[in-house]
């Protein structure tokens, strides 16, 4: 843990952001290619989540779940890249404490929430699967709702108890984050008294949401595997392996710039390939996903028409 310093410095009121965009030279191109994605994303998780409530195919418990899922990748995406587009906007890099706070704190639920919701849809597609005779019925609309409601719950809890701990910490200088975003891990590094709440708090975290979902994804999909293997003929287990495709794609993009991301130190700087995975799953993800769900998807396609 870091030792307390002496409390008559300077306390830090905004931060610098250094981010990968720092070419000036393409600043131009840099803001196109942000609008451009920001726009996608905007539009493509708005269109699945007024799909899912206008059009009847999609009110099955597991586009309610995919619904929220472009919800949370609204709020990820709406956290980080306004910020960077008003800086490049205004050719600066720096972020108020305050608005760094805040980005902490929506950056860090919508992630968190995020990992328990996946693991949430790998159950969902097992029982859809391993009993599609009960599956309405183990799934009814109040049990998705309890479920929606607890996922929300424990990834608002936890990013109140992280962004509180953040909060009251000192900044005395350096000011530099090293990345696009206000991070836990790389504001950690930053403070200039005792870490040591916020460093357990983070441990606890990364064993208990981190290692924990990621068990339990892994967990639903040996199930699901060993369910269709059993399945007779090939045209059913195409089919079935079909339902849980999108989602595996999905699961496997978000885990793997997570887990690249946060293996490292907390004391340990990103690097500039970390850089690029930060944007990977803070802007390219949440664009990514409606569109790996709406191209595999018929019923969705179907209702892209209808509501055109």
């Known amino acids: 843990p870091r030792q307390m310093h002496p409390r008559n410095l300077t306390k830090v009121s905004e931060f610098i952001l250094e981010g990968v965009f720092d070419n000036p030279h393409l600043q131009g191109l840099y803001i196109a290619i942000s609008l451009c994605l920001y726009l996608t994303a905007i539009l493509s998780n708005s269109f699945v989540i007024i799909a899912t409530l206008v059009h009847s195919p999609l009110h099955t418990p597991m586009y309610f779940f995919i619904s929220n899922l472009a919800i949370l990748d609204l709020v990820v995406i709406s956290s ?38 996946l693991t949430v849809m790998s159950y969902d597609q097992y029982l859809a699967i391993r009993q599609p005779l009960h599956y309405v019925t183990m799934m009814s609309n109040g049990t998705c709702l309890s479920l929606m409601a607890g996922i929300w719950g424990v990834g608002t809890i936890n990013s109140l108890i992280h962004t509180l701990l953040v909060a009251q910490l000192d900044f005395c200088g350096p000011n530099l984050v090293q990345n696009l975003l206000c991070e836990i891990p790389l504001l950690l590094t930053l403070s200039c008294s005792s870490t040591y709440l916020s460093e357990i708090m983070v441990y606890m975290a990364d064993i208990i949401l981190g290692m924990g979902n990621f068990l339990l994804v892994i967990l639903s999909y040996c199930l699901i595997i060993i369910t269709i293997l059993k399945i007779q003929g090939s045209a059913g287990k195409w089919k079935a392996f079909s339902t849980c495709s999108s989602h595996l794609a ?11 991301t946060y293996i490292h130190p907390s004391r340990t700087p990103l690097e500039k390939n970390n850089k690029t995975v930060s944007v990977m799953y803070t802007l390219v ?8 769900y709406s191209l595999r998807n018929k019923v969705i396609k179907e209702a892209f028409w209808k509501i055109v």
């Open 250 to 260: 999905i699961v496997g993009l978000f885990y793997s710039t997570i887990i690249y």
């Open 80 to 117: 980080v890249l306004p910020k960077i587009m008003e800086n490049l906007i205004l050719g600066k890099n720096t972020i108020s404490f305050g608005g760094c706070v805040a980005q902490l704190y929506t950056f860090t639920f919508s992630s968190s929430t995020e990992l328990i919701l």
């Open 285 to 292: 993800t949440p664009t990514l996903n409606p569109l790996i």
